[in-house]
């Protein structure tokens, strides 16, 4: 089988990063296009797959740099089998009131109008190769964190871009994935930056989450988004939103 | 007396919410937002010392404070928001490259979200005071996909989690997201006349024009009798955060 060629965005650290170790982990051959802000972490992924790994240095708002991306998969390996969107932000958390509006919208254009475009730039792609999209969505599109209004929305918004990417394209199937709570920057930042911005009780249990080593190891989630990418969307799932852990997922967690 | 927003107050849902709040609410006061100042003006005429027209974009950035010093000067209280206002477009296929514009998508969310976002949380320490009501106008397509709906969808999609988020968040006040149905206005017509046939999948829109041939589109009244009850006589309390569609049963005993 021609080894699949697979986009990820975010992948300089965390969730992106255990994404393309495990890709290449499982299948050896896969070809992945990565874009994240940071060169140096890209450079070692570069060094570490050499031909097999290729990259962007740019911000995910900007979609001369994911049409540039898209360009060079087709270029140079003819396809796109797969876009995993990973990249994400969960600032701001604000007290409903302070609503900074502006940082709404900022969270918004990587959250979810990139999403969107990243979309629209690969579907006639992912179309013919009759591939997938996989979302990195979050429990907190249909959990209520406090003051993670912007932050829960996107995802919520996102959740619904999935229905309609498999609605509309026969070819394509999607599917918004949330990751869990899981031990990254993200996690970091939750604890000792914004969760004083959220009700004392909400900032304690992220707390407790890493005190008592609940958070889940990286590789956890990103396990099912890189068996997502490389096998594909359960047509029975297709359009949904779900947890990495359920049931119909329980085959992508190996 | 219940003093109670609306925006989108021109025509349609809007309008008829308007009607409907003075109605079912004889000492109620609405001031109503719409961009349209004859309808407004009208509206004024005829509900004198009742109806405040508010000739503004809900988009307009200084339109949630200049709101909030009125009512406060003038009323000193607030019961109510209905965000009614919303648009439709920009309708098409994902697949629809040459279609896709960012900026309209972001232009949409501006109109059907983040105005909502800032309109309400400006307007909240006044809704705290007297443990008021934000009735949000939804949609079925906030659940359901639509055939190149992709942006109206996901932007009802984040209001739905926007009443949540309130529901959390502010203690003293109540939030719900309500789907009005298909209904007779304006909207109806630009998808059948112009949307439609643009962006969507002949078999999709189908659906929209054959409701309007079989004289199945809801009067605007009737969703406008649902948030009128809302607005005037408060959100349950088992009904706070959720979306509901207007003919939920739970919705019934409130408009009678």
Redesign the interface.
């Known amino acids: 089988m021609p080894a699949k060629v697979i986009i990820v965005t975010g992948v300089s650290r965390g969730i992106g990063r255990s994404i393309v170790d495990t890709i290449f982990k499982e299948e050896p051959e896969t070809i992945v296009y990565g874009i994240a802000r940071s060169e140096a972490p890209l450079k070692e992924l570069k060094e570490q797959y050499g031909d097999h790994f290729f990259y962007i240095v740019g911000d995910i708002t900007d979609a001369g740099k994911l049409k540039q991306l898209a360009a060079d998969a087709v270029r140079d390996h003819g396809k796109i089998d797969s876009v995993v969107a990973n990249a994400g932000v969960l600032e701001p958390v604000q007290r409903i009131h302070d609503a900074d509006i502006d940082a709404w919208k900022r969270l918004y254009d990587i959250n979810f109008f990139s999403i969107v475009s990243l979309v629209s730039i690969t579907v006639e792609q992912i179309a013919r190769s009759h591939g997938n999209y996989v979302f990195v969505s979050s429990d907190a599109s249909t959990m209520y964190f406090s003051n993670w209004g912007a932050y829960g929305s996107s995802k919520a918004a996102l959740n619904h871009l999935a229905l309609t990417v498999a609605n509309e394209e026969p070819n394509v199937r999607c599917l918004a994935v949330a990751p869990g709570i899981v031990d990254t920057s993200m996690q970091v930042n939750i604890r000792e930056n914004v969760g004083n911005n959220m009700s004392a009780e909400h900032h304690a249990m992220f707390k407790d989450l890493k005190e008592s080593n609940k958070l889940l190891d990286s590789n956890v989630p990103a396990t099912v988004y890189a068996n997502l990418a490389l096998r594909g969307v359960p047509e029975s799932i297709n359009g949904t939103y779900v947890s990495y852990d359920c049931a119909e997922l329980a085959s992508f967690q190996k | 007396m219940k003093v109670i927003v609306v925006t989108g107050a021109s025509r349609g849902i809007g309008y008829a919410t308007v009607e409907e709040c003075l109605s079912l609410d004889p000492e109620s006061v609405i001031y109503g937002v719409a961009r349209s100042q004859e309808p407004l003006a009208q509206l004024e005429e005829r509900y004198s010392g009742r109806f405040f027209g508010v000739c503004r974009d809900v988009c307009d950035e200084k339109l949630p404070s200049e709101l909030l010093e009125r009512v406060q000067r003038d009323h000193g209280r607030l019961d109510a928001v209905v965000a009614n206002a919303g648009v439709l477009e920009p309708v098409h296929?994902?697949?629809d490259?040459a279609a896709?514009n960012?900026a309209q998508?972001?232009a949409h969310?501006d109109v059907n979200?983040?105005s909502v976002?800032?309109l309400v949380?400006t307007l909240?320490?006044l809704l705290q005071q007297s443990h008021g009501s934000v009735v949000l106008v939804s949609s079925g397509a906030?659940v359901?996909?639509?055939?190149?709906?992709?942006?109206y969808?996901?932007?009802?999609?984040?209001?739905?989690?926007?009443a949540?988020?309130?529901?959390?968040?502010?203690p003293e006040c109540r939030a719900i997201a309500v789907a009005p149905g298909v209904v007779d206005t304006q909207m109806q017509v630009e998808i059948r006349d112009v949307a439609g046939p643009r962006g969507m999948?002949p078999q999709a829109l189908q659906r929209f024009t054959d409701l309007q041939r079989n004289h199945e589109l809801l009067d605007p009244r009737v969703p406008g009798r649902v948030y009128a009850s809302l607005a005037t006589r408060g959100i349950p309390a088992a009904l706070n955060?959720q979306y509901l569609r207007y003919n939920d049963p739970q919705l019934h005993d409130l408009h009678d």
């Not at chain 2, 359901?144 to 942006?151: L, P, V």
């Not at chain 2, 969808?153 to 926007?162: G, T, Y």
């Not at chain 2, 949540?164 to 502010?170: E, F, G, K, P, Y």
């Open positions: 296929q994902l697949s490259t896709y960012v998508w972001k969310f979200f983040f976002v800032t949380t909240l320490p906030s359901k996909s639509y055939n190149g709906w992709a942006c969808c996901a932007a009802k999609a984040a209001l739905n989690s926007f949540r988020s309130l529901a959390t968040d502010i999948a955060g």
